[in-house]
RNA sequence: GCCCCGGUAGCUCAGUUGGAUAGAGCAACUGCCUUCUAAGCAGUAGGUCAUGGGUUCGAAUCCCGUCCGGGGUACCA
């Protein structure tokens, strides 16, 4: 049983014997006691007064005493200023190190049966341009949630709505058309998804040009933009999308197929996947099905002009348009759409969709869309609402030329990783592809654990000159770490020194019981990351863990330690440090190298 | 206008859901490579937790007001 709960419990016996008082659950604090106190575990005894009638000195020492006499692990305990600290044995912390240096799944909860099954929607890329430092946060907290909500139990499919018809692909399309000259990823060596890019960037160029004479011959801001020869052809080109022109079709698909190619690329110096993709041009029809079912079921309504409506007054929330007057579909119809095939497609018990934060309106009208149009689970979908990634010059915008690109940006990187390694003089015993291999998985961690360190939630700031560190709370710095272990766990097997899982040991430094007691949280940071949507909780946990281990490492030798038990333990204990990073920093999606 | 989110060291961020003296990294300064990997370790300096009130044994954390910043707000996605 865990040591905590049988606190909990003999407290409670405590009360009820002692003051004849039987408390309420979660009325018992139990924490772990702080680094500058004595003592492993802390109860605060403040709640306690009311009832003890006397001071809180007393109050602890009686309630100590007691847990002293009931639970043999407690060792002794001390009461300062109304915390009881409780010392607990070393049996049960080498105890628990066994557990966890045994068991490969330490700390995971693996699925079963009745495990919940649930579909996490992320990236959801528009496809007339490459991805760029927004989609790589969305990526990344998609990709690592998903490993954390497997590792607490949950069945898990990942899967990805791509945002491929509308208006701005066609703008690329058009642009493409009149000053492509046939201009393909093959014969100009360009990754796809930058060349459709930039033709989307050519169309916004000439567009604005074409506004600028429009308002100079008197013509209001909106009659220019909606006049503009450009926008026009570009709009012509959804109508015969829509109507199925096979011309427009096929360079439909032959300029999304460059697009794809060029994502492919990138999820995969990602590491990220899906198990399911959907495409918005074949979900589209589906949600205005689904909508015109609404108006016959009179759950929404259609005005004169034809544009169908929902009334969400009720809830408290406003009217939505669901279908314009000229009956093509909004943005929120594709996702209803999606919404159905989905749950059609699998069995679902949950719904995530990782989107950013300036969408909470947007999700919490779907919810009660859906639980309208009669989908039970409608109501429980979850919207992993991330912050924006802002730049010094302030906020991203593709069109002003200010956005952080991601190719760029992880090919800076590795370079960076590069030109570190050598001027550290570093693996230079590696051959090039194991060392290129190495900087790359350095790059990303440096990358990976830059972004998911901080609360999913906020908004981050992403400084371009001088963000991304390799030293410090960095994802380098715990691979370091790892690397290291790796390295002394190599070098106890050349000299033959077996480890033995059987630790013996009576006497603990407090650095190393930190790093037991650092080890026992793990399963406890897992919950609290599944609970929370938040990748953050591990890559803290495991900086700490890490950052504990160094200190450890340059207090005490290892190998070269002369008592075999002490030696053992301690081979023991880095190797379950190692084993625990390894599976932390691989929920963030970080690869861990075994030299560095 | 209305709704949502945020404000912690010069900078970037933590803060175990209300607990003890506020925690890291970067940047600055000081030591440590003859020692299992110095992408490291030890130390110095840096704070009115935006601000005013309230709740109680106890508040960065909960409630109300104010200021500042970000996002959203009926035919963009």
């Known amino acids: 049983m865990k040591i905590e709960i049988l606190i909990n419990q003999t407290i409670k016996a405590a009360l009820i014997e002692l003051y004849n008082f039987n408390v309420e659950e979660g009325q018992i604090q139990i924490q772990n006691t702080r680094k500058d106190q004595p003592g492993d575990f802390t109860v ?20 100590g005493q007691f847990i002293m006499q009931k639970i043999k692990v407690v060792q002794s305990f001390n009461v300062i200023k109304g915390f009881l600290n409780l010392e607990i044995g070393i049996d049960y912390w080498i105890e628990n190190l066994m557990q966890a240096c045994n068991n490969q799944n330490y700390g ?26 927004g989609h790589i946060r969305n990526n990344l907290l998609g990709y690592s949630i998903s490993e954390i909500l497997k590792a607490n139990g949950n069945k898990v499919i990942k899967t990805n709505i791509v945002n491929d018809r509308g208006i701005h692909i066609c703008k690329s399309m058009y642009a493409w058309q009149k000053w492509g000259n046939g201009k393909t990823p093959e014969n100009s060596g360009m990754k796809g998804d930058h060349l459709v890019g930039e033709f989307y960037v050519e169309f916004d160029k000439q567009c604005k040009v074409e506004i600028a004479e429009l308002l100079e011959k008197g013509f209001t801001k909106e009659q ?31 300029m999304n197929t460059w697009v794809y190619k060029g994502f492919d690329l990138t999820y995969k110096k990602l590491g990220v996947d899906f198990d399911k993709i959907y495409y918005e041009s074949e979900t589209y029809l589906i949600g205005k099905e689904e909508v015109l079912r609404g108006v016959r079921e009179k759950i929404f309504y259609q005005n004169e002009d034809n544009s169908v409506w929902a009334d969400l007054t009720d809830e408290g929330l406003d009217r939505k348009i669901l279908l314009r007057s000229d009956g093509t579909s909004v943005y929120i119809t594709q996702d209803i759409g999606t919404a159905k095939m989905r749950y059609n497609d ?3 018990d949950k719904m995530v969709y990782v989107v950013g934060n300036e969408q909470n309106y947007h999700f919490q009208i779907l919810a ?12 429980d979908l979850y ?31 590795i370079q960076v990783a590069r030109d570190m390694s050598a001027e550290l003089g570093k693996l230079e015993s590696l051959s090039k592809e194991e060392a290129e291999d190495t900087f790359r998985m350095i790059a990303l961690g440096a990358l990976k654990y830059f972004i998911l360190k901080v609360d999913p939630r906020k908004n981050m700031m992403f400084n371009p000159e001088e963000s991304i560190d390799f030293n410090g709370n960095t994802g380098p710095f715990i691979q370091y770490t790892y690397a290291r272990i790796k390295s002394v766990l190599r070098k106890a097997k050349e000299s033959n020194i077996t480890i033995d899982y059987n630790v013996r040991l009576n006497s603990l430094s407090s650095k190393e019981k930190d790093l037991l007691k650092r080890i026992t949280l793990f399963p406890v940071a897992i919950k609290e990351a599944g609970d929370n949507y938040s990748p953050a909780v591990i890559a803290n946990y495991c900086y700490e863990l890490v950052k504990e281990y160094n200190q450890f490492y340059h207090d005490f030798s290892i190998l070269s330690e002369s008592n075999e038990d002490q030696r053992n333990f301690r081979l023991v204990l880095s190797a379950t440090v190692a084993q625990i990073v390894k599976k932390g920093m691989n929920m963030l999606g970080i690869e861990m190298p075994e030299r560095m």
């Open 368 to 379: 009660v869309l859906l639980d309208k149009l009669g989908y039970a689970w409608g109501k």
């Open 44 to 63: 605060v005894v403040f709640p306690f007064l009311k009832v003890s009638k006397k001071s809180p000195e007393e109050t602890g020492e009686e309630i």
């Open 224 to 254: 220019a933009e909606s006049n503009a020869p450009s926008i026009q052809a570009a709009r012509e080109l959804l109508l015969k999308w829509e109507a199925n022109d096979p011309e427009t079709v096929n360079l439909w698909k032959t």
């Open 383 to 413: 919207h992993f609402s991330y912050g924006m990634v802002e730049l010094p010059s302030g906020k991203m915008k593709s069109r002003e030329g200010t956005v952080v690109d991601a190719d760029d940006l992880i090919e800076e990187m």
């Open 346 to 348: 699998f069995q679902i």
């Open 108 to 133: 995971i909860e693996v699925s079963d049966d009745e495990s919940k099954t649930v579909m996490i929607e992320y990236s959801s890329p528009n496809t007339n341009k490459p991805l760029h430092l």
